[in-house]
Nanobody, 117 residues
Framework: QLQLVESGGGLVQAGGSLRLSCAAS????????MGWYRQVPGKQRESVAF???????SYADSVKGRFTISRDNAKNTVWLQMNSLKPEDTGVYYC???????????WGQGTQVTVTS
């Protein structure tokens, strides 16, 4: 199992930007899919964005055009660039690998993103 450490969250006004980082404890070079998720209290964790080893990306409809996922296998890191943030983007953001379309590793502590109006 990988240990995943998320960082980069914070408090930002609507319209602002944040860049989240996910550092893995081991190599992600052989991992096809890495993804970002978010959770709001009282709601299920939802997927936000995925990236394949070949650079193919997919996004939740709610973030398309505003968020960009990227990865650097040499640095064992996945990023989520979040622009034009909205209050509804508020939540705790987590990263994970996908195996069989499901999150595989134990969840890290996540990073809190709070967007004020």
């Amino acid at each position: 199992q990988l240990q995943l450490v998320e960082s980069g969250g914070g408090l930002v006004q609507a319209g602002g930007s944040l860049r989240l980082s996910c550092a893995a404890s081991g190599s992600i070079a052989s991992i096809d899919l890495m993804g970002w998720y978010r959770q709001v209290p009282g709601k299920q964790r939802e997927s936000v964005a995925f990236i394949s080893n070949g650079g193919r990306t997919s996004y939740a409809d709610s973030v398309k055009g505003r968020f960009t996922i990227s990865r650097d296998n040499a640095k064992n890191t996945v990023w989520l660039q979040m622009n034009s943030l909205k209050p509804e983007d508020t939540g705790v953001y987590y990263c994970n690998r996908l195996v069989g379309s499901r999150p595989f590793d134990s969840w890290g502590q996540g990073t809190q993103v709070t967007v004020t109006s």
